[in-house]
C-alpha cells in the first residue's frame, strides 16, 4: 500500500505539476484533489497527499487551489448491494460516531473547474479548500436508513463495537511484529484505514464549505433505479453482518480477548 499511494499521490501528482511547469506548456494554475481527511494525517495515503500538498505550494511557477472534498457518494454507497442481498446494515458504535456531508463527483468536477478561474481567484486561489455537498450532517445510521428507503425495504442493522478495530490492529501488529513482511504491514494499513473511516468525520459545516444541489438521497434513488457505479468500493460488510447475525458472541469475542491480552490499559 505504501509503495502504491506514495507512486500515485505524491511522484505520480508530482509528474504532472513538473510538467506543467515545462516552458513548452507554462501551465498557469493546477487545481489539485486531496482529501478532507489529511488534516488528521496518521494514514500512509494523506502523508504522501500532504508530501505533494508540500511541493505545490512551495512552488511559484504557477499559482493553484487545494481541494479537499469530504467524501465522495459511492464512499458511503459500499453496503447496497449487501443490503439488496437481503442483508443489515453494519454500524459502528450507536451508528452515530461520525457524520459527514459526501459531495457529488459531477459536482465536486465542477467546483475544480470553476477554481481555476480569474473570478475565483480571491476566494480560491493559493488557498485549501475544504468542500462537501449541500446535506445537513448525516450519521451512519441515517446513511442506512435512506438507503433502505431507497430500495422501499424496512430498515435492519447490526451494530459493531468501534473497539474491534483496536483489537484487530492489536493483533495484526503482532503478527506484523513477530513474521515481518510488507504483506503484513499492508494488512496493517488497511486494518487502520477502516479504523479511521469508521471513527472521523467527513462533515464541512460552514456555509462557504458546502457546494451544490445533488443530496445523498437524490444519489440513492438512482442507484436504486440504475444501479450502482461499477467503481464504488464494495465493503465486505454482507459477511460481517452474517456472522454476527448467527455468532455474535464468538465474532466479537476473539478480537476482544486478544486486544484485552495485548494491551490491558484499553480497560480500566
Partial sequence: IESEVYAIDYQATLNLLNAGRDPSVAARH??????????????????AKLKFEKKLTEQSEMTYSIVRPTAFFKSVSGQYESILQGNSYVLFGDGAVTQCNPIAEEELA??????ALDEYKEQRWGKILNVG???EPLSN?????MMFKA???????????????DFSISLIEFIAKTWPSQKWEDVLETSKIGKYYAVE???TTEDEEKFGSIS?????????REGQDPFTPVR???????TLEALPVVSISVPLWFGLLSKPGLIE
Avoid: W
Fill in 30 to 47: 493546477f487545481v489539485l484533489l486531496s482529501a478532507f481527511c489529511c488534516r488528521n494525517p496518521i494514514l500512509k495515503l494523506q502523508q
Fill in 216 to 224: 445523498m438521497m437524490d444519489h440513492f434513488e438512482k442507484i436504486a
Fill in 236 to 242: 465486505a460488510t454482507a459477511y460481517i453482518s452474517k
Fill in 201 to 203: 468525520d467527513m462533515l
Fill in 133 to 135: 455537498g449541500p446535506d
Fill in 110 to 115: 465542477e467546483y475544480m473547474c470553476d477554481s
Fill in 141 to 145: 445510521k441515517m446513511l442506512g436508513e
Fill in 151 to 165: 430500495i422501499n425495504t424496512p430498515p435492519k442493522f447490526v451494530y459493531v463495537p468501534t473497539q474491534v478495530f
